[in-house]
T-cell receptor
Framework: DAMVIQNPRYQVTQFGKPVTLSCSQT?????MYWYQQKSSQAPKLLFH???????NEADTPDNFQSRRPNTSFCFLDIRSPGLGDAAMYLC???????????FGPGTRLLVL | AQKVTQAQTEISVVEKEDVTLDCVYE???????LFWYKQPPSGELVFLIR??????QNEISGRYSWNFQKSTSSFNFTITASQVVDSAVYFC???????????FGEGTQLTVNP
């Protein structure tokens, strides 16, 4: 089945220690998104890629970076995680003209 | 600016009851899309439905139905004969036709008790 995959499902990191979350997709969609979702809140868009074109949200902290080496993979790098970065990180994909975003299972990040 | 309001933070029902989740939206765009997503405790956001602004036909899919009314800017979701597996957070979302960003409501936590 075509799908969006996120690894790992749970990630524990230390305060200030860089961490990378990964997302892959078999849907062959050219748009990929990263969302942050804190407890009891709605998902918040961090950035997205149209193919290799990176689109950052204005209020996304510089601490968050992203890489998309090819169509299938996208990475979220948190350079110096703080306690406030503990959250669920959701990856989603869509076609460029597509209206619907399809989400992966998420990675739950814990910062100690 | 766009906004989605889900006034019901939490709803609790007993199995087999019908339940309606409310969604009210604000947008200046004439063409837009409305969505419902389900988020079970596992965390994945599961796509349920998309509705285009120019299509006000209501939709039914099994026990799920959606009522879209542009006149009141509402896109309500009804679950008939609820089941314990329906317990989840449900998000309503809005996207304008020309953009990619989803504007989410704050979500409604539905608990279905046996």
């Amino acid at each position: 089945d075509a799908m969006v995959i996120q690894n790992p499902r749970y990630q524990v990191t230390q305060f200030g220690k860089p961490v990378t979350l990964s997302c892959s997709q078999t849907l062959n969609h050219n748009v990929m998104y990263w969302y942050q979702q804190k407890s009891s809140q709605a998902p918040k868009l961090l950035f997205h890629y149209y193919d290799k074109d990176f689109n950052n949200e204005a209020d996304t902290p510089d601490n968050f970076q992203s890489r998309r080496p090819n169509t299938s993979f996208c990475f979220l790098d948190i350079r110096s995680p703080g306690l406030g970065d503990a959250a669920m990180y959701l990856c989603a994909t869509s076609t460029q003209g597509g209206e619907t975003q399809y989400f992966g299972p998420g990675t739950r990040l814990l910062v100690l | 600016a766009q906004k989605v309001t889900q006034a019901q933070t939490e709803i609790s029902v007993v199995e087999k009851e019908d339940v309606t989740l409310d969604c009210v939206y604000e947008t200046r765009d004439t063409t837009y899309y409305l969505f419902w997503y389900k988020q079970p405790p596992s965390g994945e956001l599961v796509f349920l439905i998309r509705r285009n602004s120019f299509d006000e036909q209501n939709e039914i899919s099994g026990r799920y139905s959606w009522n879209f009314q542009k006149s009141t800017s509402s896109f309500n979701f009804t679950i008939t004969a609820s089941q314990v597996v329906d317990s989840a957070v449900y998000f309503c979302a809005l996207r304008k036709a020309s953009g990619s960003r989803l504007t989410f409501g704050e979500g409604t936590q539905l608990t279905v008790n046996p």
